[in-house]
């Protein structure tokens, strides 16, 4: 495979970036080699700078429910182009993209938009600190949550103790105030809450952890979260910035029927454009500014062009309901590839959820929690990448990253996919 092109770029942007990219995932550092530069895409394939084609996998991490530039997601973000692209004031555009959210998902009574899923996630949590008066927050060990501060720790050396700080520049101080606790573990969190209930003003999870492998939790377990939660007063938040609108159209809050306080979109929720969103029962949103204490804005918050993008994706998810046919296809990946590991006496799993999927090396037992994942997860899934890549296959370029399915991924590309799959698993 011709990839003069991208190695010219890279050496480029590796000037002017740190490591050559704006997201530190897309420079293969998971995977070694060149990251492709990607010209253009159309359906379920992206095209890079020397002309190679790659079925997607990754699909922006998720946002492209139905592949790459949908037509109808096209017109009408060409449309709005023509009408303006930012107005720092109010506009219908992002009205009709709140009202539809709160009609169709009665757990979020009020919603605010912003930018990205750090901002959303790093603003829900100012609301329940602000709600409850309280300063420590729980959330799990191999959940990501975006790069605010606070989110970026590791647990600290012993269960229920302060976490320490998970990236340089974040202070010990900011980590002392987040407690990090084991996923799929009642006992532990249980514990945490004994130590610490009363100054707990949320517990965060993503109630499908999906970014660090896919670690697919009991509901029993997400059950017993609420319910710690109820009995310490303080509040749940789902961050279903990746789940959300790509497991169900309310996402795991809707498939488990279990409501949390507050929740937040990304992702999907603009359609591939910068959309995201904080949102829960009204007396909590109404603590946001300029109704209420909590301070949070954004210049180029609701842009109209992104909400046009997102409005007619959810429009388009009520109106085709595309999850049951998504679901079809990931089964059949799933089970296609099970099997032929299993002839093949090669030892991989793909775990799986709705139109997500990862896969899993050297366990026999489904993977839980970040600990149980086996340390050969790395290499293994690396050459894995590359023997697909090669193929012109592009799964999200880190083992510890899942891989989506488009409605744009017809069964004949899932067939091909499959054969290269088939030719590529010898590499293992
Ligand atoms: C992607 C993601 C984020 C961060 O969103 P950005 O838009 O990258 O800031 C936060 N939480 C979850 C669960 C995510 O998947």
């Known amino acids: 495979m011709e990839i003069k092109k991208s190695q010219e770029l890279f050496e480029r942007a590796k000037k002017v970036s ?9 420079a293969f550092r998971g995977v070694g080699g060149v990251p492709r530069f990607i010209e253009k ?3 379920a394939y992206l095209y890079d700078v020397d002309q190679n084609r790659y079925m997607d996998f990754c699909l922006s991490w998720g946002p492209l429910l139905f592949g790459h530039r949908d037509k109808e997601t096209e017109e009408a973000v060409k449309e709005a182009l023509s009408r303006g692209w930012s107005y720092g004031a109010t506009e219908p555009y992002s009205l009709e ?3 539809l959210i709160t009609e169709k998902l009665p757990w979020i009574e009020k919603v605010r938009l912003v930018s990205s899923g750090t901002e959303a996630v790093m603003s829900a949590i100012r609301v329940a600190r602000a709600a409850t008066g309280r300063n420590k927050i729980i959330k799990f060990e191999g959940c990501y949550h975006g790069h605010s501060d606070s989110l970026l720790v590791k647990a600290g050396s012993g269960l229920a103790e302060a976490a320490s700080p998970d990236s340089a520049g974040v202070t010990p101080g900011t980590a002392k105030d987040t407690i990090v606790a084991p996923l799929n573990d009642e006992k532990s969190l249980e514990e945490i809450f004994t130590n610490f209930g009363k100054e707990i003003a949320c517990v965060i999870i993503e109630p499908l952890p999906a970014n ?8 029993e377990f997400l059950e017993k979260i609420k319910e710690l939660c109820r009995q310490n007063n303080s509040l749940l938040i789902f961050d279903e ?4 609108f790509r497991v169900a159209f309310g996402g795991m809050a809707e498939k488990t029927k279990i409501y949390p306080d507050l929740v ?4 999907l929720l603009g359609g591939g454009f910068p959309v995201a969103l904080y949102g829960g029962k009204k007396e909590l949103m109404d603590l946001v500014a300029p109704v209420g204490p909590v301070y949070q804005a954004g210049t180029l918050s609701a842009n109209p062009v992104a909400v046009t993008a997102g409005l007619v994706t959810l429009k388009k998810i009520l109106r085709e309901n595309p999850y049951p046919i998504l679901e079809e296809k990931t089964n059949k990946i799933a089970k296609f590839i099970n099997n032929l590991a299993q002839e093949k006496n090669i030892s991989l799993q793909v775990q799986h959820y709705a139109s997500i999927f990862w896969i899993t090396f050297d366990s026999k037992e489904i993977i839980r929690s970040q600990k149980d994942i086996p340390a050969t997860q790395k290499e293994k899934f690396a050459k894995l990448f590359h023997a697909l890549l090669e193929r012109g296959v ?10 989506f399915v488009s409605t744009a991924h017809s069964d004949t590309i899932i067939e091909e996919f499959l054969h290269k799959f088939s030719e590529a698993i010898v590499v293992l």
């Open 212 to 219: 660090n492998g896919l670690l697919i939790q009991r509901e």
């Open 264 to 267: 937040t979109y990304g992702k």
């Open 18 to 26: 740190p490591g050559g990219v704006h997201s530190p995932v897309r």
């Open 41 to 43: 895409a159309e359906g």
């Open 97 to 99: 993209l709140c009202e």
């Open 394 to 403: 592009y799964l999200a370029p880190s083992g510890f990253e899942v891989s």
């Open 241 to 244: 910035v990746i789940s959300g």
